[in-house]
Every structure is written in C-alpha cells, then in structure tokens.
C-alpha cells in the first residue's frame, strides 16, 4: 500500500492574508484537494497567525471529510485549541516567531517530561499525536517514550542536499529512521520540502504511512489547478 497524501493548504491562506481579504480559502482548497483524492488536510495553526486563522481551523474541522492534521507548538494555548476543536491528529512542531518554515525537528531529548504532560493532554482530549523530528535514534527513540503514536520525519535535509552523494546520505539516514521508529511501534510519516522533483524515493521508505505536503501543491495549482496538482502528486506517489 502506499502512504497517504495529506495536502497542507497554510499557503493558500499565506496568498489571503497577503491582502487580508477573504480569498484565496484554505477550506475550498481542501475540499478540492479532498475531491481529487488526497486522504487527508493538514493545517499549522502558528502563534503568530501568519497564514491559517483560527476560524480557517474551526471551519476545516466541520468540512473536511478525511482526516484533518493540525500542527502546532506544544505550548499550553495550542493544546487547549486543540481540545476543543478535536482534529484526528496533532503533529507537535517546534516553532520560532521569526523563522520563515519550520527549521529542523521538534528536540524531544531534552523535553522528555513536558512532552510527556502535553502528550497524554491531547490523547486525553481523543487525538492522535505526532512529532515532528529530525531521523536521529535517540530522539526517534525518545518519542516512543513520551507516548507519541506516530513521528513524522524531517525529510528537509534530504529535500535541500546540494549534491546526489548528500541526498543519498539523508535518504539514508530517513530509510533508518523509519526502520528504528516502526521496530518501537510508532506509525511512520514524513514531509517536508517535498515536490514533484523529490518524491518518488521518499515516497517508497519502508513502513511509510502518511506524507505531508504543502508548498509544491499549492504552488503547483496555481497553474493547473488544484485538482491536477493533487492528482499528478498521487500518481507519483502510486509509481514510487
Ligand atoms: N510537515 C511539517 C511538520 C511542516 O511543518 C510542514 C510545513 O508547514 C510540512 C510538513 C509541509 O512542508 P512543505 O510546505 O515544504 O511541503
């Protein structure tokens, strides 16, 4: 089976916000991506607001038919969004105010109690928790002992390697990871600065189940569309 698609729409919100008016919606944009076969929506609701709006959440909740993805800070404001708003799953990120994406992986080595508290807070509330995080053992291994039930890879290293020996060495490292993180019971995701360039060898890691993708969908329908552009993503993804 291949992994599943989940389209992350923050920058059809970024396109919005750039005017502050009410178009481009990420929720069109989702149920569109949903209708050409995405089986899931992934949002990051960020601190400073700078694309998806906390409305764009609450009303993702109610339309999305598949599975909705909601990444956040573990910080006490966003769990207690997420409680009340329930999406399937939380993917717990590290976030900084002044970065442009998400830089590098969330450092669960040395947050193992936080974690631990924030963790069981959303599992209490009915959602599945992932981590994002860097393919290093020991913080692979420190997920699975915080209670995380999935962790999605940074696939970023591998996506910016400036020669084919350095992606081959990230592609690696990502082909352990997945290994390590199953062999400790944790569901396998990825995402990440993928595009319709790099996919194919992220899409075939062993044990993958769920891909995250934003940037390159969204950029891509501005040209085709959205429909297309999930299409062309999920055909890649069967042939990898
Ligand atoms: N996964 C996580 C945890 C992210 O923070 C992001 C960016 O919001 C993505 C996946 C999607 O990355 P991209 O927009 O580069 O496809």
Redesign the pocket.
């Known amino acids: 089976m291949p992994p599943i698609l989940q389209v992350?729409v923050?920058?059809v919100a970024t396109l919005r916000q750039a005017r502050q008016t009410i178009e481009p919606d990420p929720v069109d944009a989702a149920l569109q991506a949903e209708q050409a076969g995405a089986q899931g929506i992934?949002i990051?609701l960020r601190e400073d607001r700078r694309h998806i709006q906390d409305r764009d959440l609450a009303v993702m909740r109610q339309m999305a038919q598949t599975r909705l993805n909601l990444?956040m800070g573990a910080t006490d404001e966003m769990i207690e969004i997420a409680c009340k708003v329930k999406p399937d799953m939380v993917?717990l990120?590290p976030e900084k105010r002044e970065e442009v994406?998400?830089e590098g992986g969330l450092e669960v080595v040395s947050q193992v109690e936080f974690l631990k508290k924030q963790v069981s807070r959303l599992q209490a509330g009915g959602m599945e928790v992932s981590l994002?995080i860097d393919p290093e053992a020991d913080q692979i291994k420190m997920s699975a002992q915080v209670g995380a039930q999935a962790v999605?890879l940074h696939t970023g290293e591998y996506a910016n390697a400036i020669s084919e020996e350095a992606r081959q060495t990230e592609l690696s490292r990502l082909i352990q990871g997945s290994e390590e993180a199953y062999a400790l019971g944790l569901q396998v995701n990825a995402?990440?600065?993928?595009t319709y360039f790099n996919i194919q060898p992220i899409a075939g890691l062993p044990y993958l189940n769920e891909l995250?993708?934003?940037?390159?969908i969204v950029s891509r329908s501005i040209y085709v569309g959205m429909t297309q552009a999930v299409r062309e993503m999920l055909e890649l993804i069967r042939n990898a």
């Open positions: 992350n923050d920058h992934t990051h990444e993917t990120v994406t998400t994002f999605e995402g990440h600065g993928l995250n993708i934003g940037h390159s």
